[in-house]
């Protein structure tokens, strides 16, 4: 199996390669030059498998042999091992057809984690066997930096530098970053904004010598590896409601479109999806594209799913290059239109095959609370205020009530505790293997906001391993 780039223009690569370029020399992104299929008997025997195991058999035809099954299977099993339950991704009831699939039993107890553990380990493998090593440096507002310190800790082949703004992330957040002491992780609170941080990251990878020297990586939500990660829990969740007998749809709470893509990617294998919901809050770039075939960038407003506060989906690039049947210069075209205009229509017929197979729906902050205080008095269940986008979105665009909807839950209710407890009075209490979060030591550098400064830390912190 290769990949090709959905501009069309980037060399074809195996999973190896695609795995470390991340994003395609054109701009474009990796996706496989044809969908494996499964038989219906294939997904039958896929039910009631242990995760790790039912994950090695959905990933390993996306590998074409570049990873040997063994050391893969090896890989998959210790990426879930460390997970804080025993189905790694439970399902539960909320009521009749309408379920949750539980994506907050890792590290840092968001479904990122299900695709990073993974990811770091191939990182890891391939880097290991071809003598190489990878400086990973990204910005977090928050959020995400933790899952990706978690995937690269302690991995031989690779360093991570994550920048935040000192003093702008929660505590929790910061210490879910700056409690892991491992040698190879670099915690650095930059005295400025969470945009600051991000220029200070683009400086170092426009800085070409600079970004040859450190051999800068990402581990950017647009990177394949993470995408056929997702693409498991789909079969999984699907499988233990009836597939392939029985048809399932998904509701998911959507921010760059890459956890949805990967549903998308199931459906392409063999699983019987009926439809994705995708749900948006305030940000409703996607639902505005559903609801009338334009998408046009707005505002980025702040809200309780901070996850999904962006302006552009970057992953939906993969959607639309199929709906372009997969012509890269046709696509690479709109792509370039969209980045001068903010604006792209992509015509009647393709807006209605999207609408085939995806619903939008948006929720305000009002309207997040309320879901959390239904669900938790009719159910006992907490949600985050991600999970209850994706609950509310799944039971407003439902379109067959004999089909299960499957919510994905993508973040712990501890991880948002205020929103939760604003909405039930309850405080969410962090999962016993993290309880002594606010007791652990800390280690973070203090910089100031000043490339030169930044670019020597780095060099001085990898320098003795890069050389
Ligand atoms: C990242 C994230 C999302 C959005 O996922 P996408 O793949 O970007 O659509 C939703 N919820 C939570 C909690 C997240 O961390």
Redesign the pocket.
């Known amino acids: 199996m290769t990949y090709v780039s959905t501009r069309g223009q980037a060399p074809v690569l195996a999973f190896d390669d695609v795995l470390l370029a991340g994003l395609a020399r054109d701009g474009g992104l990796y996706v496989p030059q044809e969908w494996p299929r499964f038989s219906a008997a294939e997904i039958r025997a896929l039910a009631g498998l242990p995760y790790a195991e039912l994950a090695t058999r959905v990933m390993l035809p996306f590998l074409d042999r570049t990873i040997s099954e063994d050391d893969f299977a090896a890989l998959v099993a210790d990426s879930y091992a460390g997970f804080g339950h025993a189905a790694v991704a439970p399902l539960k009831q909320l009521d009749r057809g309408d379920w949750l699939l539980e994506l907050f039993h890792g590290p840092t107890l ?3 984690d299900y695709a990073l553990q993974l990811l770091g380990r191939l990182f890891d493998h391939v880097l290991a066997r071809r003598g190489a090593r990878v400086t990973i440096v990204g910005a977090t507002s928050g ?2 930096g933790s899952a990706a310190i978690e995937a690269c800790r302690d991995r031989a082949a690779i360093d991570i530098v994550i920048l935040h703004p000192k003093g702008r992330v929660s505590e929790v957040q910061r210490r879910q970053m700056t409690t892991v002491l491992s040698s190879n992780v670099h915690n650095v609170a930059v005295e400025g904004t969470f945009d600051d941080c991000q220029d200070l990251v683009k400086a170092l990878f426009n800085d070409q010598p600079f970004r040859d020297e450190m051999a800068l990586s990402a581990v950017n ?1 647009i990177n394949w590896a993470r995408i056929m990660a997702q693409i498991v829990y789909y079969f999984a969740a699907g499988t233990a409601l009836g597939a392939p007998e029985r048809p399932v749809s998904f509701a ?9 893509y990967a549903g998308y990617g199931a459906r392409a294998m063999g699983l019987p999806v009926e439809q994705f919901v995708v749900g948006s809050n305030r940000n409703d770039i996607l639902t505005r594209f559903f609801d009338s075939g334009e998408m046009a960038l707005g505002e980025v407003m702040p809200t309780l ?1 901070p ?2 506060d ?1 302006q552009v ?1 970057s ?1 939906f690039e993969r959607l639309l290059f199929d709906l372009y049947d997969r012509d890269g210069a046709a696509l690479a075209d709109v792509m370039a239109r969209f980045r001068a205009t903010g604006a792209m229509n992509v015509g009647a017929a393709r807006w209605k095959k999207a609408l085939e197979l995806f619903d939008g729906f948006r929720l305000d902050d009002d309207g997040t609370q309320a879901v959390i205080r239904d669900v938790y008095r009719a159910t006992g269940e907490l949600l ?1 205020p ?1 999970s209850a986008v994706g609950v509310a979105a799944g039971r407003a665009r439902r379109r067959r009530a004999d089909i299960p909807m499957i919510s994905l839950a ?2 712990h209710p501890a ?1 948002f505790p205020a929103a939760v407890e604003a909405a039930t009075g309850i405080h969410p209490a962090l999962p016993a293997r993290l309880a002594d979060l606010f007791e652990r030591p800390e280690r973070c550098d203090v910089l100031p906001n000043d490339v030169a400064v930044l670019k020597d830390y780095v060099k001085g912190k990898v320098a003795k391993v890069a050389a």
Do not use: E
Request: proline letters at 4%; aromatic letters at 8%; glycine letters at 8%.
């Open positions: 968001a479904f990122k959020d995400t939500s998911v709470p959507t921010g760059n479109f890459g956890n949805v799913s996850s999904m962006i989906s992953n985050d991600h993508t973040a991880k």
